[in-house]
Every structure is written in structure tokens, then in C-alpha cells.
């Protein structure tokens, strides 16, 4: 990473010292004073939450506990703590996502193909007149802070009343934290009924056990049956997907630090599919899931067009009667003028979607 100039420093610090102290994360002047603004807001918003406090009675008492708590968070972000951290939410939609240290922080990217799923989903709907279009079963598993289940809960409530969507991790840290941005935003009135309809659970998604519960569930006889169509509507997942020399060698230093490795790189499970790469070991265990549980659609997300192709080599070889996509990272964009709408696999035209990086495989059951 290249030396901030000495002459942005001094700049930044004649016009306020915070905005010196964030330089070395944010990078520059703009992205610095937004920052800044947000901090300020956050630290208004505690000040104000504290009001009532003997403690805050005094007003100068008041100042300055705001002062010190200012240049303190300015510290953390500048020494290289995500801002998500420290503001201990990230806008995800129409929701209020809080975030935690040991909890992957939710990506804008995410958001754009969870949306781009829900429009989908909807509008497949509209050409279906079956009863059963009322009700729909969202499965999301590697759930983490529960960004992508409630995301779609909230966009897809209201079209399907008997909307169910059950989430799974296993980081104990983040199952409470899902469980927690539930309860949130169902407080803040961006979820409704969420505490009937939206569950999350600790669980290892290689274990056999808990896959022999899931089939029991969600009434599918036995492993490699193929269970019937509907058993299972939407299955989702933005799993563990770089290697560990990628993440050595390709994320940011505030993501080496901070987020939690566990969400990043998978760990190896090469007993159990001797074939894969490393990184990609959850997408076959995913696609042994939806060849059993057959859902109507599955996205998962993937870190490059490389690994996305990956992916789809996988889901042809493991999953029949399924249509393919690639997804990028803004899939309802017109792609640019050097990105092709289509990708050879083997013998198969796969289309891609959008505009930006390859960041997911879609898939829609056909039979």
C-alpha cells in the first residue's frame, strides 16, 4: 500500500485532527470526511441514549465524554478496525444489520443478488397459479449475521404469506447475532412477524446428522433419492470460498485482521470431497444439498468468474434438470462494453448476468 503524502496529512489535520487520524484506513480526503460525519452521527446518537445518566447530567460533563469517545473511535478506524465494527451496524436493504467482531460484515454485493434473487422469485411467481405459490421455503446455510434470510424475508413477506426461512451457522456468535438482527428489525418495524416465521440454529453443514434432520423436516426419503420438487424453494449461501493463500495474499489488511477467517476460508474437509480445491469444498457439500432437497432456486455466492465457473462445472456434473447463470456483482446493470453476457463451459453457452466481478452461480430447477 503506497504512503500517504506528508502534504494530504498536513491538510487533513488543518482541518480537523480526526480527519488526519482516519487518513491511513480511508486513503483520502473525501472518504475521510464521510466517515467522519458518520462517526459523529454514532457518537450523537450515544450521547443521546445516555441523556437521562447522572453521569450526563452536565452539559460540559457531556462534551467532553462525547470528545473523548470521538477521538477514540477515530483512533480504532484509523489503525485499521472496519467502520461496520464500530458503528455496530451496516445498512442491508431496507434493514439495519448490527455487526460484531467474529461475524462477517454483510457486502453491498450481496444485498444487489439477494435483490436480484427476490425479483426473480416474484416474478416466477406471476406465471404460476398453484395454490402453493402462497407459501414459500427459504433455506440459508453459512447464515452469519442473518443478512441474506432476512433480506429476503423482507422482500419476499408480502407476496407469499406463508413465507417460512430458516437459517444455519456454525459459529455460535453468529447464530445469536442473526437471532438478535431478527428481533431488531422486527423492533424497528422492518420485519413483520419475523419471530414466527424466521429461525436460526447452530449447526455444522457436513455433518450427516444434520442432514438426515433437515431431510426429516422437510419430509425427503432418505439421501440420493432426489425427494420431490418443492421440498425445497430457495436454498442460499455466501460460504467460505478463498484459500488460504488468497487470503494471505488477496484481502485487505483490515479484513486479515479483523473479520473472522472461519467465514473466509473453509476448512479442509478433503475426506469428504477428495476432488475439490480447497476453497470450493462447500460448494460441492452444497450441491449434495440441493440435489436431495431439489429447490426451485439456489444462488451461491463466489469470490471471481474463475471460481464461478468452477462452480458451475460442479453443479453440471452433480445436479441434473437445472438451468445455469452467472451472476456478477451488480446483476441488474447493463454489462460494459468488454464484459460478454455469455461464458463457455465445456460444451455449454452458461449466461452471465450484469455488470462487474463474477459473484454468483444461479441455478433453476427445470424437472
Same mark, same amino acid.
Given at each position: 500500500?503506497?504512503?500517504?503524502?506528508?502534504?494530504?496529512?498536513?491538510?487533513?489535520?488543518? @482541518?480537523?485532527?480526526? +480527519?488526519?487520524?482516519?487518513?491511513?484506513?480511508?486513503?483520502?480526503?473525501?472518504?475521510?470526511?464521510?466517515?467522519?460525519?458518520? @462517526?459523529?452521527?454514532?457518537?450523537?446518537?450515544?450521547?443521546?441514549?445516555? *441523556?437521562?445518566?447522572?453521569?450526563?447530567? &452536565?452539559?460540559?460533563?457531556?462534551?467532553?465524554?462525547?470528545?473523548?469517545?470521538?477521538?477514540?473511535?477515530?483512533?480504532?478506524?484509523?489503525?485499521?478496525? $472496519? +467502520?461496520?465494527?464500530?458503528?455496530?451496524?451496516?445498512?442491508?436493504?431496507?434493514?439495519?444489520?448490527?455487526?460484531?467482531?467474529?461475524? +462477517?460484515?454483510?457486502?453491498?454485493?450481496?444485498?444487489?443478488?439477494?435483490?436480484?434473487?427476490?425479483?426473480?422469485?416474484?416474478?416466477?411467481?406471476?406465471?404460476?397459479?398453484?395454490?402453493?405459490?402462497?407459501?414459500?421455503?427459504?433455506?440459508?446455510?453459512?447464515?452469519?449475521?442473518?443478512?441474506?434470510?432476512?433480506?429476503?424475508?423482507?422482500? +419476499?413477506?408480502?407476496?407469499?404469506?406463508?413465507?417460512?426461512?430458516?437459517?444455519?451457522?456454525?459459529?455460535?456468535?453468529?447464530?445469536?447475532?442473526?437471532?438478535?438482527?431478527?428481533?431488531?428489525?422486527?423492533?424497528?418495524?422492518?420485519?413483520?412477524?419475523?419471530?414466527?416465521?424466521?429461525?436460526?440454529?447452530?449447526?455444522?453443514?457436513? &455433518?450427516?446428522?444434520?442432514?438426515?434432520?433437515?431431510?426429516?423436516?422437510?419430509?425427503?426419503?432418505?439421501?440420493?433419492?432426489?425427494?420431490?420438487?418443492?421440498?425445497?424453494?430457495?436454498?442460499?449461501? %455466501?460460504?467460505?470460498?478463498?484459500?488460504?493463500?488468497?487470503?494471505?495474499?488477496?484481502?485487505?489488511?483490515?479484513?486479515?485482521?479483523?473479520? $473472522?477467517?472461519?467465514?473466509?476460508?473453509?476448512?479442509?474437509?478433503?475426506?469428504?470431497?477428495?476432488?475439490?480445491? $480447497?476453497?470450493?469444498?462447500?460448494?460441492?457439500?452444497?450441491?449434495?444439498?440441493?440435489?436431495?432437497?431439489?429447490?426451485?432456486?439456489?444462488?451461491?455466492?463466489?469470490?471471481?468468474?474463475?471460481?464461478?465457473?468452477?462452480?458451475?462445472?460442479?453443479?453440471? &456434473?452433480?445436479?441434473?434438470?437445472?438451468?445455469?447463470?452467472?451472476?456478477?456483482?451488480?446483476?441488474?446493470?447493463?454489462?460494459?462494453?468488454?464484459?460478454? %453476457?455469455?461464458?463457455?463451459? %465445456?460444451?455449454?453457452?452458461?449466461?452471465?448476468? *450484469?455488470?462487474?466481478?463474477?459473484?454468483?452461480?444461479?441455478?433453476?430447477?427445470?424437472?
Amino acid at each position: 500500500m503506497p504512503r500517504l503524502p506528508p502534504s494530504l496529512i498536513r491538510r487533513a489535520h488543518s @482541518i480537523s485532527p480526526h +480527519l488526519a487520524t482516519l487518513l491511513p484506513a480511508c486513503r483520502d480526503l473525501g472518504s475521510a470526511r464521510n466517515e467522519l460525519r458518520w @462517526i459523529r452521527e454514532h457518537v450523537a446518537e450515544v450521547a443521546s441514549s445516555r *441523556g437521562d445518566n447522572s453521569s450526563y447530567s &452536565s452539559t460540559p460533563s457531556r462534551e467532553l465524554e462525547s470528545n473523548a469517545l470521538l477521538s477514540r473511535l477515530c483512533r480504532r478506524r484509523g489503525s485499521g478496525v $472496519p +467502520l461496520q465494527y464500530i458503528l455496530g451496524t451496516q445498512p442491508f436493504g431496507d434493514l439495519e444489520i448490527k455487526c460484531r467482531p467474529g461475524v +462477517l460484515i454483510p457486502r453491498p454485493e450481496t444485498e444487489a443478488w439477494v435483490t436480484e434473487l427476490a425479483g426473480v422469485v416474484c416474478r416466477d411467481s406471476g406465471r404460476n397459479d398453484d395454490k402453493k405459490s402462497i407459501s414459500l421455503r427459504v433455506l440459508d446455510l453459512c447464515t452469519g449475521s442473518g443478512c441474506i434470510a432476512l433480506l429476503l424475508y423482507s422482500l +419476499l413477506q408480502r407476496r407469499f404469506p406463508g413465507l417460512s426461512v430458516r437459517g444455519f451457522d456454525v459459529e455460535p456468535r453468529a447464530v445469536a447475532l442473526a437471532r438478535e438482527n431478527s428481533a431488531y428489525n422486527t423492533l424497528q418495524g422492518f420485519l413483520s412477524r419475523a419471530e414466527q416465521n424466521v429461525r436460526f440454529e447452530e449447526a455444522d453443514i457436513f &455433518s450427516a446428522e444434520w442432514l438426515a434432520s433437515l431431510l426429516r423436516l422437510y419430509g425427503v426419503n432418505g439421501i440420493g433419492t432426489g425427494g420431490e420438487r418443492g421440498a425445497m424453494d430457495i436454498l442460499v449461501s %455466501n460460504p467460505p470460498y478463498i484459500s488460504a493463500q488468497g487470503f494471505n495474499r488477496d484481502t485487505t489488511r483490515s479484513v486479515r485482521n479483523y473479520e $473472522p477467517k472461519l467465514a473466509l476460508v473453509p476448512a479442509l474437509q478433503s475426506t469428504s470431497f477428495p476432488d475439490c480445491r $480447497p476453497e470450493d469444498v462447500f460448494y460441492a457439500r452444497l450441491l449434495e444439498i440441493a440435489d436431495v432437497l431439489r429447490p426451485r432456486f439456489a444462488v451461491f455466492e463466489v469470490g471471481d468468474l474463475e471460481q464461478a465457473l468452477h462452480v458451475v462445472r460442479m453443479a453440471r &456434473s452433480r445436479c441434473d434438470g437445472v438451468e445455469i447463470e452467472v451472476w456478477r456483482d451488480w446483476p441488474d446493470m447493463e454489462p460494459c462494453r468488454d464484459e460478454g %453476457n455469455v461464458v463457455g463451459v %465445456n460444451d455449454v453457452m452458461v449466461p452471465v448476468r *450484469g455488470s462487474g466481478n463474477g459473484r454468483a452461480v444461479f441455478l433453476r430447477r427445470t424437472i
